[in-house]
C-alpha cells in the first residue's frame, strides 16, 4: 500500500501504528516500511514527524511511530566534567540530544568502544526515541 497524503499530527482515532527507525524521521526519501498489513511504501518528499498521520491508497490510516534505540546518558554535574564531557563527545562526532541536565547520545558501538574512548566518565544505558538537538537546545 502507498501512502496518498498526510493528515498531519491528529488524534490517531482507527489508524494502525506503524513503527520505524529514527533515519526515517531524519531524510527525505523514499520508503519501504513493513507493517502489521502489509508493505506501506513512504515517499513523502520530505522527513515525516513522529505521531503523524497518514492515509494510504486503500483508504487505511497509518501513524508513524519513532522506535526507541540504545543511548548512552551523561549527567551535566559541574562545569569541568561537563567541559570533558562535551570534548570527549565532539571527538565522537555523533549526534546528542539534551534533555534537562541529561546528555544522551545513540548507542551504536560495542561496550569496549565506549569504556574506551570515555574513559573517566561515568555514563548509563537506556533506551529513548533519540532526536538530535543539540543545536536547539534553550538556555
Not at 501504528?17 to 520530505?46: H, M, Q, T, Y
Given at each position: 500500500?502507498?501512502?496518498?497524503?498526510?493528515?498531519?499530527?491528529?488524534?490517531?482515532?482507527?489508524?494502525?501504528?506503524?513503527?520505524?527507525?529514527?533515519?526515517?524521521?531524519?531524510?527525505?526519501?523514499?520508503?519501504k516500511l513493513n507493517s502489521e498489513k502489509g508493505e506501506v511504501v513512504l515517499d513523502l518528499g520530505r522527513a515525516p514527524q513522529d505521531g503523524e498521520v497518514?492515509?494510504?491508497?486503500?483508504?487505511?490510516?497509518?501513524?508513524?511511530?519513532?522506535?526507541?534505540?540504545?543511548?548512552?546518558?551523561?549527567?551535566?554535574?559541574?562545569?569541568?566534567?561537563?567541559?570533558?564531557?562535551?570534548?570527549?563527545?565532539?571527538?565522537?562526532?555523533?549526534?546528542?540530544?539534551?534533555?534537562?541536565?541529561?546528555?544522551?547520545?545513540?548507542?551504536?558501538?560495542?561496550?569496549?568502544?565506549?569504556?574506551?574512548?570515555?574513559?573517566?566518565?561515568?555514563?548509563?544505558?537506556?533506551?529513548?526515541?533519540?532526536?538530535?538537538?543539540?543545536?536547539?537546545?534553550?538556555?
Amino acid at each position: 500500500m502507498k501512502v496518498v497524503k498526510s493528515l498531519g499530527k491528529i488524534p490517531p482515532d482507527g489508524a494502525f501504528p506503524l513503527e520505524a527507525e529514527r533515519e526515517v524521521f531524519e531524510r527525505a526519501r523514499r520508503w519501504k516500511l513493513n507493517s502489521e498489513k502489509g508493505e506501506v511504501v513512504l515517499d513523502l518528499g520530505r522527513a515525516p514527524q513522529d505521531g503523524e498521520v497518514f492515509l494510504t491508497d486503500t483508504g487505511d490510516k497509518v501513524v508513524l511511530i519513532q522506535k526507541e534505540e540504545p543511548v548512552l546518558v551523561f549527567s551535566l554535574s559541574d562545569p569541568r566534567s561537563s567541559f570533558v564531557l562535551g570534548y570527549k563527545l565532539g571527538n565522537l562526532h555523533q549526534n546528542v540530544m539534551v534533555v534537562g541536565d541529561k546528555v544522551m547520545i545513540p548507542k551504536k558501538f560495542p561496550d569496549d568502544y565506549y569504556r574506551n574512548v570515555l574513559e573517566g566518565l561515568e555514563f548509563s544505558e537506556g533506551k529513548a526515541k533519540f532526536i538530535p538537538n543539540v543545536n536547539k537546545v534553550e538556555e
